[in-house]
């Protein structure tokens, strides 16, 4: 019985042991189940109870007192523990701060260090140029005493050169001295001789004086008969005056006739690039330019070299170089197109388009039509733009000579070059074009 008893107070032990057990293993991992453990006691202290209910004594209940006590020690252990918990996570923070800390560190360390290594590329680099630059700085000095060398062998000559200059100056201050006294000597001379030329002279003025009045005497007679001219009837000096307005008109349109030349060709169909004489039917001849394709260039304008604001008066003789930019002139284009039917080629170039335009027959008046642009044909292109549509029937104008029917603006005007302009002011010589070329042939069927 008494085994018994003890056997059973061992197996209590025993039980409490192996509570102990897992408890120490459960802290030393850092996983209790306290809950757990305490079921396990309580179920173990119940079994006890219900096998010692005959058989209470002193060392049982010493024994359960002993359980109790450890209850109460595992409950200071946990309150412990979890103190330590938050001690830990609070910790765990801290080493997670100082991590993220550590790796801002890390990568601000990576980023200085690869400045430090492009600012150690930048010295290499500056180390190599100021190595060019010492080397052309000793080039560079060397030239300079070399420069320098030269610059002395130089002051040094044009001393020389100096001295010499120094002694022919004196040289000719001698030879200055000598001429001034030579020219005061014939001064002396001069003044001698013009005492007794004085006297001839007063005697050949008083001679003079008597002449003069004797010319004003036949002044006052020529005064006199002049003022009778000035009677004569306005109808006398009208006519004078038109005579006179036809022998101008006269010289203007004979003004290239000479004596004929024979064999020239009357146009430039058959005749090579450049410039050629031709003669019209009319017997006139004068140079112009073929382009050898048989047309006669009358316009030419590329880059600018020739100013086309010109006067009515030039526009009709031409103006220009043939060899570059010119205007054949309105007379030679009227001479030209009016004896026959002449076929027109106008080329525009503007900034960045091309144009270019052919009439069938292109004629314009004479001097007395203003050089009116009486017709141009039929339009053998349909290209971009018309550029005589709107002229036809125009008289030609210049800055000058305003043309423009009532217009009272000169399209002329502020550089634009002379044209058969209309109200619309829409050609322009020198403002938008950048290039034109005009030129004429005889048309053929």
């Not at 700085?137 to 001393?159: P, Q, T």
């Not at 709107?390 to 000058?400: A, G, I, P, S």
Request: proline residues 0%.
């Amino acid at each position: 019985m008494k085994i018994q008893k003890y056997s059973k107070l061992f197996a209590v032990a025993l039980t409490i042991v192996q509570i102990w057990t897992v408890k120490s293993h459960s802290i030393n991992e850092g996983k209790i189940n306290y809950d757990e453990v305490i079921s396990t006691m309580e179920n173990q202290l119940s079994q006890c109870r219900a096998q010692s209910k005959t058989q209470k004594n002193s060392e049982l209940w010493t024994i359960l007192s002993d359980i109790q006590q450890i209850k109460s020690n595992i409950c200071d252990i946990d309150s412990k523990l979890k103190g330590k918990d938050e001690i830990i996570a609070y910790q765990e923070v801290q080493l997670e701060d100082k991590t993220k800390l550590l790796d801002f560190q890390i990568k601000e360390t990576s980023k200085l260090r690869q400045e430090a290594s492009d600012y150690k590329d930048q010295i290499q680099n500056l180390q190599s140029i100021i190595t060019t630059y010492n080397t052309t700085n000793n080039k560079n000095n060397a030239e300079l005493s070399k420069l320098a060398l030269e610059y002395n062998r130089f002051n040094k000559d044009r001393g020389n050169e100096i001295i010499e200059l120094r002694n022919e100056l004196k040289q000719h201050e001698l030879s200055h001295t000598s001429c001034i006294k030579l020219l005061d000597d014939n001064f002396k001379k001069c003044e001698s001789e013009n005492k007794t030329t004085i006297a001839e002279y007063e005697k050949k003025f008083l001679k003079l004086r008597a002449e003069a009045d004797a010319v004003m005497e036949k002044r006052n007679i020529a005064e006199s008969h002049a003022k009778e001219c000035n009677s004569l009837s306005d109808e006398i000096r009208n006519k004078i005056n038109s005579k006179t307005d036809e022998l101008k008109k006269c010289i203007i349109k004979n003004e290239w006739l000479s004596t004929p030349t024979l064999n020239l060709s009357s146009s430039c169909l058959n005749l090579s690039a450049g410039v050629h004489e031709i003669q019209i039917e009319n017997g006139k001849h004068f140079n112009v330019v073929c382009d050898g394709d048989g047309w006669i260039i009358i316009a030419k304008r590329f880059d600018g070299s020739q100013d086309f604001n010109k006067t009515w008066k030039e526009y009709m003789d031409g103006f220009g170089n043939l060899q570059s930019e010119f205007f054949i002139g309105l007379e030679k284009i009227h001479l030209i197109t009016t004896l026959r039917r002449y076929k027109l080629h106008i080329f525009q170039e503007y900034d960045q388009l091309t144009d270019s335009t052919d009439y069938d027959d292109f004629r314009i008046g004479d001097a007395e039509s203003q050089y009116e642009l009486e017709e141009i044909g039929n339009r053998e292109n349909d290209n971009y733009y018309d550029v005589l549509y709107y002229y036809k029937n125009q008289k030609f104008t210049t800055f000058d000579k305003n043309n423009i029917g009532n217009s009272g603006f000169n399209c002329a005007s502020e550089g634009r070059g002379g044209w058969w302009y209309a109200e619309n002011c829409q050609f322009r010589w020198n403002l938008y074009i950048k290039s034109i070329l005009m030129k004429i042939r005889p048309y053929f069927n």
